[in-house]
């Protein structure tokens, strides 16, 4: 069967390091959606390392990893990536997989997202400028280059032709930029790609579902940055939810079992678009501080607030949530009182339901409020040992999302994850 992991919020909920806990469960991980703006974050023998492309499992030696068709890669971002990964031991040409479907990120990829977001002003979306948007467009324009033509012998004139429409699209938006060095280590990084474990992947991976392998679906950025049900438009460019694992992986919904949602105990968002519970002061100054709320592939500041239930209950029930992961309940510890959004107040209406267009909704937040515990949750070595005043906050949670809080990571460590 499948087992799904992904986030519940906008992302940076943690799941690098809690896929890293659960792969050594499973046979292989398979990355189903998103691009090199994706970062996580792991701690391996004591190393930070980030992982933007990789799945979360290639740490673990018995574990094979998938990069699936729902994936854009960038082949440079993805042969840096490998090099340090393989400078700390790990031989990528016997667990890494790529599926031949993926599609690939260009260098005019990147310019066309720099014109796009300058051209928005100040309703820019606060893309990372990686190029993800306008590969994906490419996709479903169907212009887009897959990892398999890198084998063919043309693929340099399948390159230059889809270079030359995007040269058009930037000659509309009196845009320039100089890609002759993005070019060299592009084609530097197509080279060393096409010497990669290239498959088929969605008959890989039923061909091992078929033989008993127990896999594990690895989703990126959050679910409320879904294409079609997050804060459009500032979301991502793919679906974040479980429904992706379908089309991102090639498999069919009957092997999917659980559905793993992870959330912090509070909630943070990085770049622009709706935060209903953000704290523009020195509350949620003291949260980016303690919780270090940068961005892993950015490094920008993130925006810090209480958790949303409203939101939660929300991207449980799209994606069928099973079971969570609650992760970052240490940096709570330093607040005397600790709050949870549990209804919208819009217009004088008080509702626990997304509202349409949440960008335009003029959302007031209304809160629950908790006392804080006085001692730190991560000398806890048992769900049972973490402060009582913890516990009431945790079932709270419980009770107002109907799903079980199974796991709840206590510190940064690969090893500070207690299960219920």
């Given at each position: 069967m499948v087992d799904v992991l992904l986030g519940l919020q906008w992302g940076d909920e943690g799941k690098g390091k809690i896929v890293d806990y659960f792969a050594g469960k499973y046979d292989i991980i398979a990355r189903f959606q998103g691009g090199p703006n994706a970062g996580h974050t792991l701690y391996v023998n004591g190393q930070k390392v980030v992982l933007h492309t990789i799945p979360s499992g290639v740490f673990h030696g018995n574990t094979l990893n998938l990069i699936g068709n729902g994936v854009v890669l960038d082949p440079v971002t993805f042969r840096k990536e490998c090099q340090k990964v393989a400078e700390m031991g790990i031989d990528l040409s016997q667990n890494l997989f790529i599926a031949e479907k993926t599609h690939i990120i260009v260098p005019t990829h990147r310019a066309l997202d720099k014109a796009s977001e300058l051209s928005k002003g100040q309703e820019k979306i606060g893309s990372t400028l990686k190029g993800i948007g306008p590969a994906y467009m490419d996709k479903t324009g169907r212009n887009g280059l897959r990892v398999g033509d890198v084998l063919r012998s043309d693929f340099r004139q399948q390159y230059e032709k889809l270079k030359a429409k995007h040269l058009q699209l930037l000659a509309n938006y009196n845009f320039e930029e100089d890609i002759a060095e993005w070019e060299n280590e592009f084609w530097e990084a197509v080279e060393f790609l096409s010497k990669m474990n290239i498959v088929n992947g969605e008959y890989w991976l039923n061909g091992n579902l078929k033989a008993g392998k127990k896999v594990l679906a690895e989703g990126a950025q959050g679910s409320m940055l879904d294409v079609d049900f997050g804060t459009y438009p500032f979301v991502t460019s793919?679906?974040?939810?479980?429904?992706?694992?379908?089309?991102?992986?090639?498999?069919?919904?009957?092997?999917?079992?659980?559905?793993?949602?992870v959330t912090k105990a509070y909630c943070t968002r990085v770049g622009s678009g709706p935060f209903p519970t953000e704290l523009e002061d020195e509350t949620g100054e003291r949260l980016r501080q303690a919780g270090h709320e940068f961005g892993a592939t950015t490094g920008r500041p993130r925006r810090c607030g209480w958790i949303d239930l409203v939101a939660l209950d929300y991207t449980c029930m799209l994606s069928g949530v099973t079971q969570l992961v609650m992760t970052k309940s240490d940096v709570l510890d330093e607040f005397d009182t600790v709050s949870a959004c549990t209804a919208y107040s819009i217009d004088g209406q008080t509702s626990r339901e997304m509202p349409f267009n949440i960008c335009g909704a003029p959302i007031q937040p209304v809160l629950e409020n908790f006392p804080g515990w006085s001692e730190p949750t991560a000398k806890s070595e048992r769900y049972d040992a973490l402060p009582l005043e913890m516990k009431k906050f945790l079932s709270f949670v419980e009770d107002y999302l109907k799903v079980p809080v199974k796991y709840v990571s206590n510190g940064p460590g690969r090893d500070q994850i207690l299960e219920k």
């Open positions: 793919s679906n974040t939810i479980s429904a992706g694992v379908c089309t991102g992986l090639g498999i069919a919904p009957k092997w999917i079992a659980e559905v793993i949602g």
